[in-house]
């Protein structure tokens, strides 16, 4: 029969190796002792002692324990007899046992096996918050668990993306089960999560890491302060509207979140007034096509979203100021069209008087030509014609 020799178990000087298995995490037990190999005899043989094998081995953690020399006989001396481990010894020759050969009750149709797992079994992660959104500055309280602990040594709390975990915790070897715990969250912790969980080889230095648990999303909401203004009629003053004219206010935040809405609180001497709309883009217009006494007070922009089941709401703006003025009649526009036209009417009638005197006057003053051609008959001056050349 050909047999089959998986020498891993001789690295690093191990004592302990699988023997014509299926793959290098499973065989026949066999151990070093006085410079000969032997085997594991099966009474007494459970999965506490196929677990310290496949740890001692790398090999994860047992699936099954086999007796009966489920991978054939081995040959040679019976080292161990009535093994008895704790499940947390570093070694299969650590625990406790009958180091006999003699004894007629074992044979080598009693030779001890494992199926090991091949890696570790991967852990499940769930979430202890009850919820999976959260604010920034809040904490997220996760639950990493395996089935089977043995040799633990630590958690660890993993963002997908990020090669260092963000969390670690330590165990006692048989803790199953840890609470992870994320303090002080940021926008930057926004993301995926898994959690994985190391266990303590045969070696001191030896740590063999799990492969990835689930997966749970988090989202982190920061909501920024709402900036605003408004725009009314040129002509009316800084802070104020005058009444009758249209006016506007907009509110802008710089973050988008699905679903959200922006809030305009108007807090007056009588009461409060709010009005929403949603937030289709990061700036939003609240219109008000004539303005009235009731428009007039101080005015906040908060920006509103719902996510997850909560309800998330920002810090209000500061106050924007609108006072309503009663037009001014000496400004109306009505009477300023009055006032040019009257005024276009005066000085047309002005310079048309003007232009007429000046004609008048120019006709009866006579020119000095014909001053000069005057004559005196009888103490009489005669203008004489003169003919145009």
């Given at each position: 029969?050909?047999?089959?020799?998986?020498?891993?178990?001789?690295?690093d000087?191990?004592?302990?190796r699988?023997?014509d298995?299926?793959?290098?995490?499973?065989?026949?037990?066999?151990?070093?002792?006085?410079?000969?190999?032997?085997?594991?005899?099966?009474?007494?043989w459970?999965l506490?002692?196929?677990?310290?094998?496949?740890l001692?081995?790398?090999?994860?953690?047992?699936?099954?324990?086999?007796?009966?020399?489920?991978?054939?006989?081995?040959?040679?001396?019976?080292?161990?007899?009535?093994?008895?481990?704790?499940?947390?010894?570093?070694?299969?020759?650590?625990?406790?046992?009958?180091?006999?050969?003699?004894?007629?009750?074992?044979?080598?149709?009693?030779?001890?096996?494992?199926?090991?797992?091949?890696?570790?079994?991967?852990?499940?992660?769930?979430?202890?918050?009850?919820?999976?959104?959260?604010?920034?500055?809040?904490?997220?309280?996760?639950?990493?668990?395996?089935?089977?602990?043995?040799?633990?040594?630590?958690?660890?709390?993993?963002?997908?993306?990020?090669?260092?975990?963000?969390?670690?915790?330590?165990?006692?070897?048989?803790?199953?089960?840890?609470?992870?715990?994320?303090?002080?969250?940021?926008?930057?912790?926004q993301?995926?999560?898994?959690?994985?969980?190391?266990?303590?080889?045969?070696?001191?230095s030896?740590?063999?890491?799990?492969?990835?648990?689930?997966?749970?999303?988090?989202?982190?909401?920061?909501?920024?302060?709402?900036?605003?203004?408004?725009?009314?009629?040129?002509?009316?003053?800084v802070?104020?509207?005058?009444?009758?004219?249209?006016?506007?206010?907009?509110?802008?935040?710089?973050?988008?979140?699905?679903?959200?809405?922006?809030?305009?609180r108007?807090?007056?001497?009588?009461?409060?007034?709010?009005?929403?709309?949603?937030?289709?883009?990061?700036?939003?217009?609240?219109?008000?096509?004539?303005?009235?006494?009731?428009?007039?007070?101080?005015?906040?922009?908060?920006?509103?979203?719902?996510?997850?089941?909560?309800?998330?709401?920002?810090?209000?703006?500061?106050?924007?100021?609108?006072?309503?003025?009663?037009?001014?009649?000496?400004?109306?526009?009505?009477?300023?069209?009055?006032?040019?036209?009257?005024?276009?009417?005066?000085?047309?009638?002005i310079?048309?008087?003007?232009?007429?005197?000046?004609?008048?006057?120019?006709?009866?003053?006579?020119?000095?030509?014909?001053?000069?051609?005057?004559?005196?008959?009888?103490?009489?001056?005669?203008?004489?014609?003169?003919?145009?050349?």
């Amino acid at each position: 029969m050909l047999r089959i020799v998986h020498f891993i178990s001789l690295i690093d000087g191990n004592h302990v190796r699988l023997l014509d298995g299926e793959d290098e995490c499973s065989g026949r037990v066999e151990v070093l002792s006085h410079s000969q190999w032997g085997t594991v005899c099966d009474h007494g043989w459970d999965l506490r002692e196929a677990n310290v094998v496949c740890l001692e081995l790398g090999c994860g953690l047992a699936q099954t324990a086999l007796h009966g020399a489920a991978f054939g006989p081995g040959s040679g001396e019976i080292w161990l007899r009535h093994v008895q481990c704790s499940g947390h010894e570093a070694s299969l020759l650590r625990c406790a046992t009958v180091l006999h050969s003699s004894a007629p009750h074992c044979t080598h149709l009693d030779d001890a096996g494992v199926r090991c797992s091949g890696t570790l079994l991967m852990p499940s992660l769930s979430m202890l918050s009850p919820h999976a959104v959260f604010v920034a500055g809040e904490a997220v309280r996760f639950s990493c668990m395996v089935l089977l602990g043995h040799h633990l040594s630590d958690f660890h709390l993993y963002k997908q993306g990020v090669s260092t975990p963000l969390v670690t915790q330590r165990v006692d070897q048989s803790q199953t089960q840890v609470e992870l715990t994320l303090t002080d969250l940021e926008t930057f912790h926004q993301g995926i999560y898994s959690c994985v969980y190391r266990i303590r080889g045969n070696l001191p230095s030896q740590l063999l890491t799990s492969p990835p648990s689930n997966s749970i999303n988090i989202t982190v909401v920061e909501l920024l302060t709402p900036q605003h203004w408004y725009n009314t009629s040129t002509e009316a003053p800084v802070g104020s509207v005058i009444k009758g004219h249209s006016f506007n206010i907009t509110c802008v935040t710089k973050q988008q979140y699905p679903g959200a809405s922006f809030q305009l609180r108007l807090s007056r001497s009588n009461g409060t007034v709010r009005q929403s709309l949603p937030a289709l883009t990061p700036a939003v217009t609240f219109t008000f096509s004539t303005a009235q006494s009731s428009n007039e007070g101080y005015y906040y922009c908060l920006y509103r979203v719902q996510l997850g089941g909560r309800t998330f709401v920002s810090r209000e703006s500061q106050p924007l100021p609108i006072s309503v003025r009663d037009p001014d009649p000496v400004l109306s526009p009505m009477v300023i069209s009055w006032l040019v036209s009257g005024l276009t009417f005066v000085v047309a009638l002005i310079i048309i008087v003007i232009v007429a005197k000046v004609l008048c006057q120019k006709e009866e003053k006579p020119s000095e030509l014909e001053r000069e051609t005057r004559t005196c008959v009888d103490n009489t001056y005669v203008a004489l014609s003169i003919n145009k050349i």
